[in-house]
Each structure stands twice: as C-alpha cells, then as structure tokens.
Nanobody, 120 residues
Framework: VQLQASGGGLVQAGDSLRLSCAAT????????IGWIRQAPGKEREFVAA????????YYADSVKGRFTITRDNAKNTVYLQMNTLKPEDTAVYYC??????????????WGQGTLVTVSS
C-alpha cells in the first residue's frame, strides 16, 4: 500500500489543522493506520492509530483530548484532526500502515511526511 500524507502548514498556537493520509494499492480497509511524528532533533514518536474498521483508536498521552483520528474507507483516507495546537506539536508527521494498530513504530508501510509548524 502506498501512502501520501498532506495538510501540514504553519499555524499559530491554539489553531487547528487537519492532516490527511491517502492510500493507494492494496486493500486499504485491511490495514490499521498510524500517525507518527518527528520533531527537530528528536526521535520519532507515536501520535495516534486507528484499526482497519475504525472501531478502535489509540492516542499518545500528549495529544489525547486534542487530536482525533478517523478514517473513511470509501475514500481510502485517514484524517488526523489537530485542535488546540501547541509549539511542541511542531514536527514532521508521517502516516503508516500495518495489519494491526500499534503504539509502537513497527509499521510495515510508510508515507512521506508533512511538516506542521506551530508558532507561539
């Protein structure tokens, strides 16, 4: 499966942004999708994940209550709605796919990243 992340940009603290992850190739609905981010000078970290059906979602503590992950299997797209953004959310955001949703970084397929910059 090929993944394409988009929707990043420069916003101010407190603003909202919605990222999209569009998939092509193998049956998108067979895969769980995760969002992982990497801030400048830091290691990649898990942000959120959603199961293939959308029935379960998982969030990092740092984004719980502010970010929401959803999916539309008819459109082969997963979304990450990010509200009340903080400067520490600044990072390159990657979407990734695997058979199982996981809080780890062990995803089989990765897309290119989209940069989110939050100014204070």
């Amino acid at each position: 499966v090929q993944l394409q992340a988009s929707g990043g940009g420069l916003v101010q603290a407190g603003d909202s942004l919605r990222l999209s992850c569009a998939a092509t190739g193998r049956a998108f609905s067979d895969y769980a999708i995760g969002w992982i981010r990497q801030a400048p000078g830091k290691e990649r970290e898990f942000v959120a994940a959603i199961t293939w059906s959308g029935g379960s979602t998982y969030y990092a503590d740092s984004v719980k209550g502010r970010f929401t992950i959803t999916r539309d299997n008819a459109k082969n797209t997963v979304y990450l709605q990010m509200n009340t953004l903080k400067p520490e959310d600044t990072a390159v955001y990657y979407c990734a796919a695997d058979r199982l949703a996981t809080r780890s970084l062990a995803y089989e397929y990765w897309g290119q990243g989209t940069l989110v910059t939050v100014s204070s």
